[in-house]
């Protein structure tokens, strides 16, 4: 299951990353008359696709520690994509889901002892 997460956040964190090129180059540049500019709103999506990467190496490690990190990269992506993140938003979430199973079922594990 593990392994699973770490493939899928890897996923994410291209998906992200993808974004924040769309975002950077063509996107959002009627945001800029508000004082906000495509670049610092892709600063955004890249800030959450270096939390989805490293939520993606914890899952090897600490689960819960990486679910959180993929809860806050899809919070901050949103900020920085909008509608543009529904897709990898929803791979993040998929991604968190894998990473709190993989916490319940280790800390049942370790009950059974």
Do not use: N
Not at 8 to 27: P, W
Not at 49 to 75: Q, T
């Amino acid at each position: 299951m593990k392994w699973a997460t770490f493939a899928f956040g890897i996923v994410s964190v291209l998906l992200t990353v993808m974004t924040g090129l769309i975002v950077q180059g063509t996107f959002l540049v009627h945001v800029a008359s508000t004082g906000t500019t495509h670049e610092k709103l892709a600063v955004i999506v890249y800030g959450a696709a270096a939390m989805a990467l490293l939520g993606s190496i914890m899952a090897l490690f600490r689960p819960r520690f990486a679910a959180w990190c993929f809860v806050i990269a899809s919070v901050v992506g949103v900020f920085g994509a909008f509608d543009l993140w529904m897709f990898p938003g929803s791979v993040l979430f998929v991604t968190m889901i894998m990473a709190f199973v993989q916490r319940s079922e280790k800390s049942m594990m370790e009950a059974g002892k």
